[in-house]
């Protein structure tokens, strides 16, 4: 299912590596893909959206990767910066309908 | 150009009130999304508003209501509050078209259910 209840996935990195967060959706029929970073005491912040007709799509330091043939999406940030910590969810939609489903997150803790 | 703005940005209630929380969507958007997310969890569907009218409901009980003013902002509505109804309430918003999926997410109401 979508929760995993209070302990989530940690990533911990050093600050100028490049991070990987994984994500493995569930719905086959989903042909758009979003990743959102949530920092503490607010909402979540689009960071990049993929449609199922790409397996890659490149932004500002950060590159999403879609595999349809295993359901999983990955995020990969350069060069990640103390600013990056926060929780990253990845989300998953049908055109056509307006749910977005988010999935587990993943907690990223940059260490300067 | 103000974001999605939501009030109040707390909230303290008992078991069996009633809370009404309220979103205004980005500026030039129509489509408003009500989101719960529990603590340590990912948001979860709650409903989604356009044209005044709900649209798509998720899997939340009839307790949880809401309404969209001309205007396009919106209102949630909670009878009966639950203990379990204690969560972050996200409003997002998005504009209808082909390309309505990228949605802007207010900083939500934290509600408390004593």
């Known amino acids: 299912g979508e929760s995993v209840g209070l302990h989530l996935p940690t990533l911990s990195v050093q600050e100028g590596d490049n991070s990987i967060i994984n994500c493995a959706y569930s719905?086959?029929?989903?042909?758009?893909f979003i990743w959102y970073k949530q920092e503490s005491g607010k909402g979540p912040q689009f960071i990049i959206d993929i449609r199922s007709n790409m397996d890659k799509r490149q932004g500002q330091r950060v590159t999403v990767l879609l595999n349809k043939t295993v359901k999983h999406l990955s995020l990969q940030i350069a060069a990640t910066q103390p600013g990056d910590s926060a929780v990253y969810f990845c989300a998953e939609k049908k055109t056509g309908f307006q749910k977005l489903v988010f999935g587990t997150g993943t907690r990223l803790l940059v260490s300067p | 150009d103000a974001g999605v703005t939501q009030s109040p940005t707390h909230l303290i209630k008992t078991r069996g009130q009633q809370v009404t929380l309220r979103c205004s969507p980005k500026s030039g958007h129509d489509t408003v999304s009500w989101y719960q997310q529990a603590l340590g969890q990912g948001p979860q569907f709650i409903f989604q508003y356009y044209e005044e009218e709900e649209r798509q409901r998720g899997n939340f009980p009839d307790r949880f209501s809401g309404h969209q003013f001309p205007n396009y902002s919106s209102e949630l509505n909670v009878n009966a509050l639950l203990l379990g109804d204690s969560a972050l309430y996200l409003c997002a918003s998005s504009l209808r078209g082909p390309l309505d999926e990228k949605l802007f997410f207010g900083s939500g109401t934290q509600l408390s259910v004593l």
């Open positions: 719905n086959s029929a989903s042909d758009y």
